[in-house]
């Protein structure tokens, strides 16, 4: 459908009177031309003098780079609004779509006949602008029992092709990959060639704590 700052106004108006009570400030909103999300909730971040941490200038982007039906938009848009009510509220949550999202998420769902997920397009915006560097990390178990990494560079076709490649591969038994920012990770090169950087298991699996899950869904990278 033709996306519209008015029809999407529209639609937010909408659904803060509806589901989010009216609690929700008037944000500006964009159209964008984005490949790698559907929507992106933004935010800046500021230290108050408690130490708590306050978010401010809020700004919520709608890509037209992907072809959503009227629901699958309105499901896209509510979304980036629980993202908007979280964290204007200072609520804390597990994680990006954490148990405190996940819960607003069904409830909204149940109550409104939605079909919101937490499945997200690769975002590599966000990672860039969280705190800490960010490492795409392939785990690889290979079939004689050893454990191999490799930090990949963030280009999302480069990702998918060195995932597709190793997993075709006789030597690999499993291959995940996942996003995080331990600073262990900034100890390995960053590349798409094929050597593996072999580790213990047991340290490995304590360094990955926290991280968040990415799978390949055909040439789509996407955030679990």
């Known amino acids: 459908m033709t996306l519209s700052i008015d029809l999407l106004k529209e639609k937010f108006n909408r659904y803060n ?20 999300f559907a929507g992106q909730c933004r935010s800046k971040v500021r230290r ?5 941490r306050e978010h401010y200038d809020f700004t919520i982007k709608i890509s037209n780079k992907f072809s959503q039906t009227e629901e699958e938009l309105d499901d896209t848009l509510i979304h980036e609004m629980i993202h908007y009510f979280i964290a204007l509220h200072g609520f804390e949550d597990t994680s990006t779509h954490g148990q405190l999202f996940k819960a607003m998420m069904h409830s909204i769902n149940a109550s409104h ?4 997920t937490i499945s997200g397009h690769y975002d590599r915006d966000t990672m860039q602008a969280a705190k800490g560097r960010w490492h795409v990390v392939a785990v690889m178990q290979m079939k004689n029992g050893q454990t191999g990494i490799k930090v ?26 996942y996003l995080h920012c331990d600073p262990y990770f900034d100890t390995f090169p960053t590349s798409t060639a094929l050597r593996v950087h ?19 869904s055909g040439n789509t990278l996407i955030q679990r």
């Open 152 to 177: 990949l560079p963030r280009v999302q076709p480069k990702i998918i092709t060195f995932y597709k490649n190793v997993k075709a591969s006789r030597q690999v038994k499993s291959v995940d990959l």
């Open 17 to 36: 009177a509806l589901i989010f009570a009216g609690r929700l400030p008037d944000v500006p909103i964009l159209i964008c031309e984005a490949k790698t």
């Open 48 to 52: 108050l003098p408690d130490g708590r």
């Open 113 to 116: 006949g939605r079909n919101i």
């Open 198 to 216: 072999y580790v213990e298991s047991e340290l490995l699996q304590s360094k990955l704590q926290g991280a968040h899950r990415l799978e390949v």
